[in-house]
């Protein structure tokens, strides 16, 4: 935020409220993504956007290739003021642009999706540089274009019989 805009807001705020602001800024990341392909469904896409505030996830990339993206207020509870939301809907198909512009930022491309290439979640080696976690649709998945592109598979373990997670559990 700019440093002169919070001097003049902070002035209409409590100093606990100033210093809850600081604090959660001080703990904010870059260096973790989420880029979300195609999701439809809005209380997916708006408890996504939640837990990425909750984990300080500063930058979500939403791409918008068939599904427009929508947020459901009830559920994001104001979380995307907090959020820098980056969107890919310009075109047709905009995964790699999104691809493109994430690696030219140096991000890794990191593809969430079940792969004989995968590492878990308890493996996956996040100091070795920044990470982009790829989320797919919830009908099928990640698209081809980021399965292709991609620079590591991980996989999050779970013990129990279905193959996989609903997006809104990121």
């Not at 993206?69 to 980056?86: F, H, R, S």
């Not at 491309?109 to 590492?119: C, F, M, R, V």
Request: aromatic share 12%; proline share 2%.
């Amino acid at each position: 935020m700019n440093k002169s805009l919070f001097e003049f807001l902070s002035y209409y705020i409590t100093d606990r409220k100033k210093q809850i602001i600081c604090d959660n800024i001080k703990e904010r990341t870059r260096y973790i993504t989420v880029v979300l392909e195609d999701i439809f469904q809005p209380q997916n896409a708006s408890a996504v956007l939640r837990t990425c505030d909750c984990f300080g996830i500063q930058d979500v990339h939403i791409i918008e290739n068939q599904n427009a993206y929508n947020i459901n207020p009830d559920v994001v509870l104001g979380a995307t003021q907090w959020l820098t939301l980056k969107n890919y809907n310009k075109k047709e198909n905009n995964t790699l642009d999104a691809i493109k512009e994430l690696k030219s930022k140096g991000y890794r491309i990191i593809a969430t999706t079940l792969s004989d290439k995968n590492t878990s979640l308890n493996d996956f080696q996040l100091n070795k540089g920044k990470s982009a976690l790829f989320f797919g649709t919830e009908q099928t998945g990640l698209s081809s274009d980021v399965i292709e592109n991609a620079d590591e598979f991980l996989k999050i373990p779970m013990y129990g019989f279905t193959e996989s997670f609903n997006i809104s559990v990121f």
